[in-house]
């Protein structure tokens, strides 16, 4: 992984990816729903990460298997005769033309990417907000090429994910499986490439219980 | 600090008459904890070091249907979980009711595990974790897409082999980790601080798992794409 600094972690997380501490707390599932499936999504793309998610789950694995044994009150019912049959993980049809959604998406948006409803906000940006319990607001946007993304708020760490086409910050170029993460206080002004439209999974807000407390703010251009 | 009390005599195991069987003769490729361990191991001389019994081989025999192998597990497991759900907060009650539906879960899905991608204490990891979470939310977890591991329908010994070796390594690791390192990942896994700190932790072998793992992705992407 050369192209990573593991050291880094939210908010100074390496350019494009998560970073060690959302994806370690993805492990741990200790983030809201719509960080873990922008996490989820991320991961579906990018290898790198997976590789990281599985070695903080050993990490999980390990403090169980260290953890001091607490005296169970019921004995160990018999195991169950018959066992109940299990989905077999199959390979799932994977989600491979750019601007087609990972399928952790797929459930949230309810839909196949080609059946898509979106709704216009105005400006030509398109959205659909994607049903996850709170803290954190997840929504699907379809920029016009050259178009300035909309501002989707800096109250807490905010998770832009591209799905296809692509976006500049004035510094990076993000494509297809890049994440940006914004602290609160980052100043950027992402723009839309010239061409395709760019689609993105974008969420805001706190990921963590100790930060979800941080007001949130009215947004009228995204009518939310 | 006492020892912790053994695994099984904690639990009140009516075991299916397999599992005394099971424990009398050794079974084959696995010893039995005789004690538990101390949180950081050092007051714990007569625990058994970890990678003791192999718990992966424990899950196969599980998957065929072994009651004394799942007995075994249970005897293992089971009281480490219920710990772990008590330091997540759930109370006495709901951290015995997970502890004894996840393993439950590991009889019914022990067909799905994979040495040759997981150990068996990461595996039954997840399963708790995704367990806690439907506790809590109304949807299950969002898991990435699904990866087949191999085209192999028995697992690589060679690459279960490995990750016995770096579990076992991260596990000693752990062991010996001063209390105050520990207790930070602790509170990270039970969501009681920001992962910030265990992202910069070092001393933990997880790039060893990661670079293994990598390669195994990489592996698995070439062979899709040649079919």
């Not at chain 1, 709170?134 to 379809?142: E, N, T, V």
């Not at chain 2, 590991?106 to 399963?127: E, L, M, N």
């Not at chain 2, 990598?214 to 040649?226: F, P, V």
């Amino acid at each position: 992984m050369t192209d990573r600094d593991d050291t880094a972690g939210a908010p100074h997380a390496p350019a494009k990816h998560p970073g060690a501490a959302l994806l370690s707390a993805y492990a741990a599932g200790t983030l809201s729903e719509s960080f873990d499936l922008t996490i989820a999504a991320h991961v579906s793309l990018c290898d790198a990460c997976r590789a990281e998610v599985m070695s903080f789950e050993a990490l999980g694995g390990g403090l169980l298997e260290t953890m001091p044994p607490a005296p169970l009150a019921r004995a160990m019912p018999e195991p169950a005769a018959d066992r109940r049959p299990q989905a077999t993980p199959g390979m799932q049809e994977a989600a491979a033309r750019d601007g087609d959604l990972p399928a952790p998406l797929e459930r949230y948006a309810g839909t196949s990417s080609a059946r898509l409803r979106w709704r216009a906000v105005g400006g030509g940006v398109m959205q659909i907000i994607l049903k996850a319990e709170g803290p954190g607001r997840a929504r699907l946007l379809r920029i016009p090429g050259g178009m300035a993304m909309p501002h989707h708020g800096h109250r807490g760490i905010e998770l832009t994910l591209v799905l296809g086409g692509a976006f500049h910050d004035g510094t990076e170029r993000f494509a297809r499986g890049d994440m940006q993460v914004a602290a609160p206080a980052l100043e950027h002004m992402p723009v839309a490439e010239e061409g395709q439209p760019c689609i993105c999974l974008a969420v805001t807000d706190a990921p963590l219980r100790f930060t979800s407390l941080l007001p949130r703010l009215a947004q009228p251009f995204l009518r939310i | 600090m006492h020892l912790q009390p053994s695994a099984l005599h904690a639990a009140p195991v009516s075991a299916p008459a397999g599992m005394a069987r099971a424990v009398a003769s050794g079974c084959p490729g696995a010893s039995v904890p005789l004690s538990g361990r101390s949180r950081n191991g050092h007051d714990a001389p007569m625990s058994p070091e970890p990678g003791d019994t192999d718990w992966s081989a424990q899950l196969r025999r599980v998957a065929e249907g072994d009651r004394a192998a799942f007995a075994l597990l249970y005897a293992h497991f089971a009281p480490r979980l219920k710990s772990f759900m008590l330091r997540s907060g759930a109370g006495e009650t709901l951290a015995e009711d997970i502890a004894q539906d996840v393993m439950a879960s590991v009889w019914h899905k022990a067909p799905q595990f994979d040495a040759a991608r997981a150990g068996a204490s990461t595996w039954i990891f997840t399963i708790a974790r995704n367990r806690r979470i439907d506790d809590q939310r109304r949807a299950a977890r969002p898991e990435p897409e699904v990866l087949d591991w191999g085209p192999e329908p028995e697992p690589d010994p060679t690459e279960a082999l490995s990750v016995q070796a770096e579990t076992d390594l991260l596990h000693r690791a752990l062991h010996g980790l001063p209390q105050a390192q520990r207790e930070l990942i602790e509170r990270a896994y039970f969501g009681e601080q920001s992962h910030r700190e265990i992202a910069v932790l070092t001393g933990l072998p997880l790039g060893t798992i990661k670079s293994r793992i990598r390669l195994a992705l990489d592996r698995l992407r070439h062979g899709m794409d040649r079919s």
